[in-house]
């Protein structure tokens, strides 16, 4: 699926939130961006400090596009119809 560049958050058609945490660095990486999905309507500043969370996961990100693949969706526990526009 593709993600706006530097996305920080979607607001899900079920209710739900996923926010994104990029790593401070400018290399490639395979861990370098946190999504958790959360129930809470507030991104924590940290993702350690993340409210209510459903879901977290470690994938790569580079130059602001997040690697945010059918892979990534089915372990945070959602379905493409949990994505506003139905997703891909």
Known sequence: MKL???IK???LANGTFL???Y???AGRGIDNCTIIHSS???RAEYSRNQKE???RELTSAWN???NFSREIISILGL???DFPSGGK
């Open 4 to 6: 706006k560049n530097g």
């Open 9 to 11: 958050a979607i607001d």
């Open 19 to 21: 926010y994104f945490w």
């Open 23 to 25: 790593a401070n660095n």
């Open 40 to 42: 809470s309507h507030e």
């Open 53 to 55: 969370v459903l879901g």
């Open 64 to 66: 602001g596009s997040v």
């Open 79 to 81: 379905k493409k119809d």
